[in-house]
């Protein structure tokens, strides 16, 4: 006969508190907070770097792709998230195709533009056109050769969404690009035309930069939302980002003004002394300012927005990088590179790479190996797959 017994009605038999926070935690899910860490070493990435560098020129850069493969294969393999690093499986003789391709359209454009160059908008057309299938193609091929803890990742974005994102950055680019050539082409300065086709063109890009954020945050709602992981799919909201993306555009061309402001001080004030000293001072200040100023601020704030904002039902990912490390590693690398004539180049990378990734965290409700263990079979032979590994093109996520 059992010890049990039912507890009576009105009796003091409550359950413990031990009891009630047993059943607490089993019926919530752990939280796991996993930060990226960063193991590379300059002195190993600068033997693989030279290699690469010397066999790139020595093939006329049809090393390029294979290059990039060892490149990305070493930094995949030192990226650790939680107790284990990612991996990279790409076959860069597919890489290796999509570089073709991309040489060839490079190649016809600079051709029609050098000896027709009134129809240099045709091959930029073309180009266009292809682009949204490139770019999800090349998201598809990197994802789908990234690996952690042996299950590959996956990006399902669809084909007529890349194009619905991509196609409105293209076009006013080709239009421009048309009006801008037919301006320009012997002939049509007789019809009168070409003062109402540069008006166009200016209001176009007035238009197209108004619009710039808003375009930006479709694209990257679009390439963050299609991120797969076992069962997780990533979610980014456009909505939310379209917002912030215009305080951005507006603080960044704020501190544009800024800058550009202190360099019109500059060159007026040594301009007094010779034209030539404020002709240097705007020339350096263009080459030393923006990308030392402008472009780590874009990237920092850039990296904490989207990211900040990436979520899967059980995935949150946040973003903590600061602006004044970003700016203070960026001066100290572009001076030593300077310095040893570029051969700091290796090193500069690996230290950027390790602030931005460490930067990073990822908080997962669940259990991980539950997940893996879970994992559907990786896909093979699928038409779909062919498809997005066919091209190859790697322009980076």
Same mark, same amino acid.
């Given at each position: 006969m059992s ?13 413990t508190a ?8 089993r019926?919530?899910p ?14 190993e ?16 850069t049809l090393?390029w792709?294979f290059?990039?493969?060892?490149r990305?294969?070493?930094?995949h393999?030192?990226?650790w998230?939680?107790?284990s690093?990612l991996?990279?499986?790409?076959d ?25 160059p ?8 073309v180009l ?6 490139l770019?999800?193609?090349s998201l598809?091929?990197r ?7 042996g299950?590959?990742?996956d990006?399902?974005?669809s ?9 409105p $950055? ?6 421009l %690009?048309a009006m801008? *050539? @037919?301006?320009?082409?012997? !002939?049509?300065?007789e +019809? #009168?035309w070409v ?12 238009v197209?930069m108004?619009?710039f954020?808003?375009?930006?945050a ?6 963050h ?6 069962a997780?799919?990533t979610h ?11 305080? $951005?555009?507006?603080?960044?061309f704020?501190? %544009?003004?800024?800058v *550009? @402001?202190?360099?019109?001080? !500059?060159?007026?004030? +040594? #301009? ?20 030392l100023v402008?472009l780590?601020?874009?990237?920092t ?5 989207v990211?900040?904002q ?11 990088l ?6 203070t ?11 040893t004539l570029?051969?700091?180049w290796?090193f ?14 990822v ?10 263990a879970?994992a559907p079979?990786?896909?093979a032979g ?9 091209f190859?093109v790697?322009?980076?996520?």
């Amino acid at each position: 006969m059992s010890d049990w017994q039912e507890p009576v009605v009105g009796s003091d038999h409550r359950p413990t508190a031990d009891a009630a926070m047993a059943l607490d935690q089993r019926s919530t899910p752990a939280v796991h907070d996993m930060p990226l860490r960063f193991t590379g070493s300059g002195s190993e990435y600068f033997r693989i770097w030279i290699v690469n560098l010397l066999l790139t020129l020595v093939t006329l850069t049809l090393y390029w792709p294979f290059a990039r493969a060892r490149r990305m294969a070493y930094f995949h393999s030192n990226t650790w998230v939680g107790d284990s690093a990612l991996g990279f499986h790409a076959d860069p003789w597919k890489m290796f195709r999509g570089y073709l391709l991309m040489l060839v359209l490079g190649g016809v454009y600079g051709l029609v533009s050098n000896f027709v160059p009134a129809f240099s908008w045709l091959p930029l057309l073309v180009l266009a056109l292809l682009w949204p299938a490139l770019w999800r193609s090349s998201l598809m091929f990197r994802l789908r050769n990234t690996s952690w803890r042996g299950v590959r990742f996956d990006f399902v974005g669809s084909a007529r969404d890349a194009y619905r994102v991509m196609l409105p $950055l293209w076009i006013p680019s080709v239009l421009l %690009v048309a009006m801008v *050539s @037919l301006a320009e082409a012997p !002939g049509w300065s007789e +019809l #009168g035309w070409v003062n109402n086709l540069l008006t166009m063109a200016g209001v176009l890009m007035v238009v197209f930069m108004l619009l710039f954020p808003w375009l930006m945050a479709r694209m990257h709602a679009y390439q963050h939302s299609g991120y797969v992981f076992t069962a997780e799919k990533t979610h980014l909201p456009v909505s939310s980002l379209t917002g912030a993306m215009v305080v $951005l555009g507006l603080k960044a061309f704020g501190l %544009v003004l800024l800058v *550009s @402001l202190f360099m019109g001080v !500059g060159v007026v004030v +040594l #301009g007094s002394v010779g034209p030539m000293a404020g002709l240097v001072v705007a020339a350096g200040s263009v080459y030393l300012v923006f990308p030392l100023v402008l472009l780590p601020y874009w990237k920092t704030r850039m990296q904490n927005l989207v990211w900040g904002q990436t979520r899967s039902r059980h995935i949150a990912l946040s973003s903590v990088l600061r602006f004044r490390d970003m700016f203070t590693l960026n001066l100290a690398n572009w001076l030593l590179i300077v310095v040893t004539l570029g051969l700091y180049w290796p090193f500069a990378a690996i230290h950027t790479a390790r602030l931005r990734l460490e930067a990073v965290s990822v908080r997962i409700e669940g259990d991980v190996n539950t997940w893996v263990a879970q994992a559907p079979a990786q896909r093979a032979g699928v038409l779909g797959d062919a498809a997005g590994d066919f091209f190859g093109v790697d322009m980076g996520l």
